[in-house]
């Protein structure tokens, strides 16, 4: 009886944690090159791509990821969204992206030893970052990021981590009582299916689109910097994070995340590039339709919209 | 994937006036909000820097959202369902986006939970939205009526309605009815004062009110039992939430179809009274009307703006003869004018605003402390102009944007008239335009009195003597003979000293001034950027011609002459 007692007494707890204190979501989010609309010079003469003719943006599909992470924020009170992110300088936008959308603080990885990795440094780099952060529930990703187009690094962090992973979510149905339940997306239909939490979940682009920027977050944010962007700074607005914290976009160096070198950047990236070569399509682009309404009318859509019809 | 901010550079050119560093020192007071709230401005650029990031967000959700959305909402429109007006699906959609990313309170004091922005921004972002969808920005514009419960509510009910509205409730603004169209002090709707509960009740039929359901509506009654005109009426607070009132239809308009106009039947509404009773009409409507009619200015630049995109897209890429047939004078000409009026029509709607900035903020400074006597001359310098252009920009810019329409559709030819391109929808809803919110002719006669007291002249000399590059003189001596023939068609109009003379001929002459003052604010505007040089060498060049044959027509139509024209008795 007495045990029993304790084990409800227990299990309350349980559930009142996940109730008071909310989620602690990481979300993974890129700056990648705007590759949709893509000019000559998109790419290099060694294969690369030309980040500079490029626009930088924040990964489509991590936008995806981030408004499920809102999503679950708004549902569950009390729960945080950090964004982390590694890259140059210049991905700080991709934090303030997300604190203008409603995350509530983030983490810039950056530094040169980082620089080259494929996707087996990045998501050593990243998980010893999400270890360095210690405490979260639920780490979310975009299913690929539209640069490499890969999707390897949120399954790998999640075997870095050694945490279970779900892929291709569509939808996060619940995430309570320790258990986490999402609808996937498929080729041929939907999956729903429950794990355990804390867990990687990357999500893809037919999710809902993330939430609008607004206004008045844009307003609080937008003097938010890194310590490297504050020194570069000349002008005013500095002295402003001082009495306000949240201000202060945390920039972490190789020194302040606990790594072996010999698995970052070039070095532990066994990845070569060999060959580039220029495909040109000789079948067009080639798209499965379903025979529902929802498709044949997003079908009529694109048509309308492109003028082939009409 | 469309930004509607950043991809019409003009906008940001009339964002940055100079005039713009008293407006923002005015609105925020010297910046006293940056400590009290987190989002609140340091300084000028800071508060500029927001307004542009802040019209960016706009840009995005109208390019990716509101625009795709255009063409489903004109096709499905609103519905009523169990007595509540169901938007269509993609109204719904713009609605939700422009809600989530705060921009429905934009000029609400931050106290209510809005973000404090001039008219300026806000009416840039009408601009933005209303070349997006013409139809859609009557349902985000609403959030005029919560400028004027700011104005004339009590702090108890400005503290109750507007954080609702900061937050995305819709409002509406109920006043004509089925026999109180233009003429509204022929309302009918009873507003009726019950002792016992100390409430008002309201009874009877309004008719053609854009968003009948909004949450939070103002309408304008009869609370004077017995009265007949504009002085037995009082403005009033309907809140949704009481459910007391049917919706008997929806109307099944030409353009700006997503837009709901409704028919409402008031049953014992319960009512709070706005103000004072009696100065509903002839001070807060009034006051409203203003509002409304600078925002039908700021939906008629937005037409015109999106039609002239859809000529000039269709004209560079349509072949005939074997070339494109934007290299046809005949078509080119059209698209160069299309420009010029289009330009002519947005300096005017950001001149206008400037005005109604400034008048603004120095009332709500008053309430606070009393003004210098500088800053009362200085008001009443601001709303005098603000007065006398608003009913020219509605009428001008409105008229323009139906030519724009026409214009554009013509230029589509055959493809313009069927329902294949969005000209079709653009020209439907221009329409309307040059109608609601008092027509084009009751501008005129507001405007008349611009002409009569002097007041456009004296602005016109005010232009006049602006220092300008010593290149663009040229431009000021036309405009200067254009303003002495003005001055001619004035005085033999007045000298006749016959009121219905002077309304025959008082579109000609508001025309005239129009033409000038547009033609003057093209030219500041090329002096500060060379750009706007070919439209202020149309719009001047074409304003020239338009005002000779108007005052040919004034000199050739005396009083005698409106016999012609009167019906048989």
Not at chain 1, 54 to 72: K, V
Not at chain 2, 272 to 300: C, D, F, H, P, W
Not at chain 2, 405 to 428: C, N, T, V
Not at chain 2, 520 to 541: G, H, P
Request: hydrophobic fraction near 40%; glycine fraction near 6%.
């Amino acid at each position: 009886m007495r045990s029993f007692v304790i084990f409800v007494f227990l299990k309350i707890k349980l559930i009142l944690k996940f109730y008071k204190m909310g989620l602690k979501i990481i979300v993974l989010a890129k700056q990648v090159p705007d590759t949709r609309n893509v000019g000559k010079d998109a790419m290099k003469a060694d294969g690369t791509v030309n980040r500079a003719a490029l626009p930088a943006i924040f990964n489509p599909e991590d936008l995806n990821a981030l408004e499920q992470a809102l999503r679950l924020k708004d549902k569950y009170k009390g729960s945080t969204v950090t964004v982390l992110t590694m890259g140059p300088g210049r991905a700080a936008d991709i934090i303030r992206e997300g604190l203008f959308r409603g995350a509530d603080d983030g983490y810039l990885l950056t530094d040169r030893a980082f620089a080259g990795s494929d996707t087996l440094a990045t998501s050593y780099a990243i998980s010893c970052a999400i270890r360095k952060i210690k405490s979260f529930d639920l780490i979310m990703a975009g299913r690929q990021a539209i640069d490499g187009d890969t999707a390897q690094v949120g399954p790998q962090v999640a075997e870095k981590l050694n945490l279970p992973q779900i892929t291709y979510a569509e939808e996060i149905l619940k995430a309570e009582k320790g258990k986490i339940l999402v609808k996937r997306r498929l080729e041929r239909g939907v999956e729903t299916v429950e794990g355990p939490l804390p867990c990687v979940v990357t999500v893809n682009g037919s999710a809902a689109p993330c939430r609008p920027r607004a206004a008045k977050l844009l307003m609080k944010y937008k003097h938010a910097k890194t310590m490297s962007e504050k020194q570069s700074q000349s002008e005013d607005y500095i002295d402003m994070s001082t009495d306000r914290p949240y201000l202060n976009i945390a920039e972490w160096s190789v020194n302040d995340v606990e790594t072996d070198d010999k698995w970052l950047g070039l070095t532990g990236s066994p990845t070569k590039v060999k060959k580039i070569e220029n495909v040109v399509f000789q079948a067009k682009e080639s798209k499965v339709l379903s025979d529902s309404d929802k498709d044949i009318e997003e079908l009529m859509r694109e048509l309308i919209l492109n003028h082939t019809i009409g | 994937m469309a930004n509607f901010f950043t991809d019409n550079t003009d906008l940001l050119f009339h964002l940055q006036h100079p005039l713009m560093k008293k407006i923002v020192a005015l609105k925020e007071r010297d910046f006293e909000d940056k400590d009290k709230f987190d989002y609140a401005p340091m300084d000028f650029e800071d508060a500029m820097d927001s307004y542009e990031k802040v019209l960016e967000i706009v840009g995005e959700i109208c390019g990716d959202i509101v625009a795709p959305n255009a063409e489903s909402v004109d096709a499905e429109g609103p519905k009523i369902v169990n007595n509540e007006v169901i938007y269509a699906k993609g109204t719904q959609e713009n609605l939700d986006a422009l809600v989530k990313a705060g921009l429905m309170g934009i000029t609400l004091p931050r106290k209510y939970e809005g973000l404090n922005f001039p008219i300026v921004p806000y009416i840039m972002a009408a601009d933005i939205v209303s070349r997006a969808d013409a139809g859609f920005v009557n349902i985000w514009g609403l959030q005029d009526c919560a400028e004027t419960i700011n104005e004339f509510a009590s702090e108890d009910q400005k503290e109750r309605f507007l954080p609702r509205i900061s937050n995305g409730e819709t409002a509406a603004m109920d006043l004509t009815e089925p026999d109180a169209g233009s003429d509204l002090q022929a309302v009918q709707l009873k507003a009726t004062y019950n002792e016992k509960d100390g409430k008002w009740y309201l009874n009877g039929v309004k008719r053609f009110i854009t968003n009948g359901d909004g949450h939070v509506s103002l309408v304008l009654a009869r609370s004077e039992a017995g009265t007949t005109d504009g002085r037995g009426l009082s403005m009033f607070i309907y809140d949704r939430n009481h459910k007391k009132v049917t919706i008997r239809r929806i109307e099944n308009k030409m353009g700006i179809k997503g837009s709901p106009t409704c028919e409402l039947v008031f049953k014992d509404a319960p009512a709070e009274l706005v103000g004072q009773t009696r100065m509903g009409l002839i001070k807060y409507v009034m006051a409203l009307m203003n509002g409304a009619r600078l925002g039908i200015g700021a939906q008629s630049v937005g037409i015109s703006e999106a039609a002239y995109r859809e000529a000039l897209a269709y004209a560079e890429e349509r072949k005939q003869f074997g070339k494109t047939i934007i290299e046809f004078p005949a078509v080119y000409e059209l698209l160069a004018t299309m420009k010029a009026r289009l330009d002519a029509s947005r300096t005017l709607l950001y001149e206008t605003s400037r005005y109604v900035d400034i008048y603004k903020s120095y009332m709500h400074i008053s309430e606070e402390r009393q003004l210098t006597k500088e800053e009362r001359a200085d008001m009443k310098y601001y709303q005098r102009l603000a007065d006398f252009f608003t009913p020219l920009l509605k009428g001008m810019t409105s008229e323009y944007c139906n030519q724009l329409a026409y214009d554009s559709l013509q230029i589509h030819g055959g493809s313009g008239f069927m329902k294949d391109y969005p000209i079709e929808r653009i020209y439907r809803d221009a329409r309307i335009t040059t109608i609601y919110e008092g027509t084009t002719q009751l501008q005129v006669v507001a405007a008349i009195r611009g002409v009569t007291t002097g007041s456009y002249l004296d602005r016109i000399r005010e232009f006049e003597a602006m220092a300008i590059k010593p290149e663009l003189h040229g431009f000021r001596r036309t405009l200067i003979g254009m303003t002495e023939e003005y001055e001619k068609a004035v005085r033999q109009v007045m000298e006749v000293k016959d009121n219905e003379y002077l309304d025959f001929h008082a579109r000609r002459l508001v025309e005239m001034a129009g033409h000038i003052i547009m033609g003057y604010l093209l030219l500041l505007d090329t002096e500060r950027d060379d750009k706007f040089r070919t439209s202020t060498e149309i719009y001047v060049r074409m304003g020239r011609s338009e005002n000779r044959a108007r005052a040919e027509y004034i000199a050739n139509c005396t009083i005698d002459d409106l016999g012609f024209f009167k019906p048989a008795q």
